[in-house]
């Protein structure tokens, strides 16, 4: 765990330079626009340690699987988020000696990301070898109104000497992944043009041929006056760069400005990027830096106006919260029903910064809340229009008749993940996707999706559990063997209880989709029937015999359900026990002997409870929580926000509040020594879901929304809103009160603590 971050409500804060924060840093300083995304990398040279980043949204290379031995059903290759053109490049010369951070004398360093406005800055003194000190102000955005392009702000000013500075603006496609094999290289040359203070690369992906343009322009600026620069190109294979010599005196500042572009074949034809590169270039460079900046600022304006949330007295936690909610908003605009959201997002690349079951599980819940409809709506059509492709998975793994096998990462639909345990057995991602469909429903109300895309999902994924159960007749029930269940640190286990529940959960909602749609849209029913070939009576007898008759492994002396079979086999270790030397486990421990321990990774058990609590009374959570919770590791990213919640449910306040804490400062603390791999993106959005269902106990209930609020005691009052239903909520608590204001224009029927109110339009009710 590391605390070199500055507690500010509004920013993220590094004072000093520390070379070992420095990757950690490039990861929490990260910016992205939604289309494409950058590492907090320094423009100036940098010899020390570093993890180049550039990500382009929806670009990949299918990197061959490395394994010595081949199954069938084994995919083929493992999605790669490639590290495409470096343009933030700016090589920094004076007087013949090169600026680099890891050979300067640095002081004064800060390092500010600026959430509210929604920009990166970085300021700093540097003494060269031989004395000269240079002082550096550079400001970094990615436009969220104009999602092609970028801009810095590099400015030097000249401390204690006069004399030449030379500035080398480039855009480097000669790049490569960190995690590349063998150091293979994914990009190719397509062409490259510069002139003066212009310049272009076009490169293109191998096998899957991607192209992206990145281009650049420069101005630059003495004490505020723009000179006439007469820049000398160089151009290499993949690489172009300008060089600019300036002569300066003591005191004075230059000031160079760098506008980028980025332009994709996944939103042009191949032959029209270079022109559409040219076109947004154009267009940035007809603004000024400040004036980007100020639309920067309005655009996050309105988006923190209906999504912030506000904790007073507490500033590690509003950082926390605020920090979680930048990053979504920037990695996820829900523009492109293409894109989805990788587990890093822009930040990193381990992952392959693929789509993972994270999105449904997790992200869904706050878009649903703090965005348009059609934001959530486009999370739901990525996976109908996969729906093909899920099928070919399933009969890889010899499933027929229809059924799917949602993959477990993808960038296409297809199965990508190089892990056999996870790509053949955590099937319980296909229940995640089901349950996104009615967590969708639910909240909005637009049953229409379940005629339009919802229910042929739905039929293809029972179809999948209807097939992956398997008669037993010793116990005569239905079981399921050989899975992995959310806690990853079990393979291979028969009868995990939370793969079990959601597959029976999905069979009867299935069911009850089919009917509704039936009675609703009867002629869509059939074109969905005669388009799926699905015989009603057999297979709906099947699905409701599995659910009449299926096994789930319970525990009677504890009173707890087991997470799998042999779950009371393992010997019963609590998480308090393990040595602080041996965590987290994962990066000390063998996985023979983690598979072998009782130790969680992550809610397992407790998830199926976070999902399906109004199943069970509140001895029942509470009996389950204290049973798996101490034996919980909580080594996966997206295990302490379900346990806040859950924690909050039962009235473990303390303990909500811990957890909560924790997912929200998870990478800023650095709590599992990770976060230089890059950000946990789809855990934040289970940061706000600790927040607002764990703390304001938001649900919905009898197509209402249902708050039941307390405050954790280290704060004085916090806020929050939601949309539902086009109707914007905001929910304030303090310890003396909770009130409840309808923003909107039309009135909405609520429930706060089982009472039911009408709330008019423009109107507020204090409980």
């Given amino acids: 765990m590391k605390n070199y971050i500055k507690h500010d409500p509004w920013k993220i804060i590094e004072e000093g330079f520390d070379m070992k924060n420095h990757t950690a840093s490039e990861s929490l300083f990260s910016l992205g626009n939604g289309r494409f995304g950058q590492r907090a990398n320094f423009e100036e040279k940098y010899s020390g340690k570093s993890l180049p980043g550039n990500y382009v949204a929806g670009v990949y290379y299918p990197d061959k699987t490395r394994v010595g031995w081949w199954k069938n059903g084994y995919p083929e290759y493992f999605a790669k988020v490639l590290n495409a053109p470096n343009w933030i490049g700016i090589n920094v010369n004076i007087e013949g000696e090169e600026l680099d951070l890891a050979k300067c004398k640095v002081s004064d360093f800060e390092r500010i990301l600026d959430m509210k406005e929604g920009y990166l800055h970085r300021k700093f003194t540097a003494e060269l070898p031989s004395g000269k000190k240079v002082k550096v102000d550079a400001k970094r955005l990615l436009s969220m109104t104009d999602d092609e392009t970028a801009v810095i702000k590099y400015q030097v000013e000249a401390l204690n000497f006069s004399g030449k500075i030379s500035f080398t603006p480039y855009i480097d496609g000669d790049v490569k992944n960190e995690d590349a094999n063998y150091d293979e290289k994914f990009w190719d040359e397509v062409g490259k043009e510069v002139s003066g203070n212009e310049g272009y690369i076009t490169v293109t992906t191998k096998k899957t041929d991607f192209h992206v343009c990145t281009g650049m322009k420069i101005k630059l600026f003495l004490d505020a006056k723009e000179l006439e620069i007469k820049p000398q ?41 270079l022109g559409a590169c040219h076109k947004a270039l154009v267009r940035a460079c007809a603004k000024s830096f400040e004036t980007m900046l100020k639309e920067q600022a309005h655009w996050w304006q309105a988006k923190w106006e209906h999504g912030d949330i506000i904790v007073n007295g507490d500033v590690a936690a509003q950082q926390g919260i605020r920090f979680n909610i930048f990053q979504l908003n920037q990695t ?52 109908h229009k996969q729906l093909d492709k899920a099928i070919e998975n399933a009969q890889k793994l010899g499933f027929k008749n229809g059924a799917a096998l949602y993959p477990m990462v993808t960038m296409n639909g297809e199965e990508c993940h190089n892990e056999w345990e996870i790509t053949f057995e955590e099937i319980h991602r296909n229940g995640a996707i089901a349950f996104a469909i009615y967590d969708y429903v639910r909240y909005t109300g637009d049953k229409a999706y ?74 869509r029913y059939t074109e969905i029937l005669e388009k ?48 602080m030397a041996e965590r987290p486990i994962n990066q000390n421990w063998s996985w023979d002997r983690i598979l072998r321990s009782v130790f969680i990774k992550q809610a397992d058990v407790l998830q199926g409870i976070y999902l399906f609590e109004d199943e069970f009374d509140m001895d029942t959570i509470h009996r389950n929580f204290d049973f ?58 289970g940061t706000w879901m600790s927040f607002v269902k764990g703390f304001g106990g938001m649900r919905i209930k009898n197509d209402k929304p249902y708050f039941a609020p307390y405050i954790p005691e280290e704060w004085e009052s916090y806020s929050f809103k939601v949309n539902f239903r086009q109707v914007i909520l905001q929910i304030f608590v303090s310890k003396n009160e909770i009130s409840i204001h309808n923003l909107s224009e039309k009135s909405i029927q609520l429930t706060v603590f089982d009472k039911d109110y009408n709330l008019n339009a423009k109107s507020k009710i204090s409980v």
Avoid at 242 to 262: H, M, N, P, S, W
Avoid at 537 to 542: A, G, I, M, Y
Avoid at 547 to 574: C, H, P, S, T, W
Avoid at 636 to 643: A, M, N, Q, R, T
Wanted: overall charge negative.
């Fill in 233 to 273: 190109a160089l151009v290499k294979d993949k690489y172009i760069q300008t060089r600019i010599d300036t002569e300066i005196q003591k005191g004075q500042t230059l000031c160079l400005v760098k506008y980028a572009a980025i332009t994709s074949s996944m939103n042009y034809e191949k032959h029209e990027v």
């Fill in 628 to 685: 798996y919770e101490p034996r919980t590791v909580h080594e996966s990213s997206l295990s302490p926000c379900v346990h806040s919640i859950i924690a909050s449910k039962i009235g473990d306040n303390k303990r909500a509040y811990q957890f909560y804490l924790r997912t929200a400062r998870l990478d800023l603390d650095d709590y599992n020594n990770e976060v230089h791999e890059g950000c946990h993106i789809t855990s934040m959005a």
């Fill in 532 to 579: 799926t070939n699905f015989n009603f009576k057999s297979e709906n007898e099947k699905w409701s015999d599995i659910i009449e008759n299926m096994y789930f492994a319970y525990n009677e002396e504890l009173k707890v359900f087991m997470q799998q079979d042999g779950f009371m086999d393992k010997e019963q270790i609590l998480a308090k026990d393990l040595p």
């Fill in 332 to 383: 996820y605009t829900g523009e492109d029903e293409r894109l989805n959201i990788g587990p890093k997002g822009f930040t990193g690349e381990k992952y392959g910064g693929s789509t993972y079951w994270d999105t449904e599980a997790y992200c869904l819940p706050f878009y649903l809340a703090t965005a348009e409809e059609n934001v959530s709506r486009n999370l739901l059509k990525y996976r």
């Fill in 450 to 523: 379940l005629a339009e895309f919802g229910l042929e999902v739905l039929i293809a994924i029972s179809r999948f559990w209807s097939q992956r159960v398997s008669w037993s007749e010793a116990k005569k029930q239905y079981v399921m063997l050989g899975v992995t269940g959310p806690n990853e640190y079990e393979n291979n286990v028969n009868n995990n209880w939370y793969t079990s529940k959601i597959a029976i959960w999905t069979l009867k909602y299935a069911q009850e989709a089919l009917e509704y749609v039936k009675q609703t849209e009867p002629t």
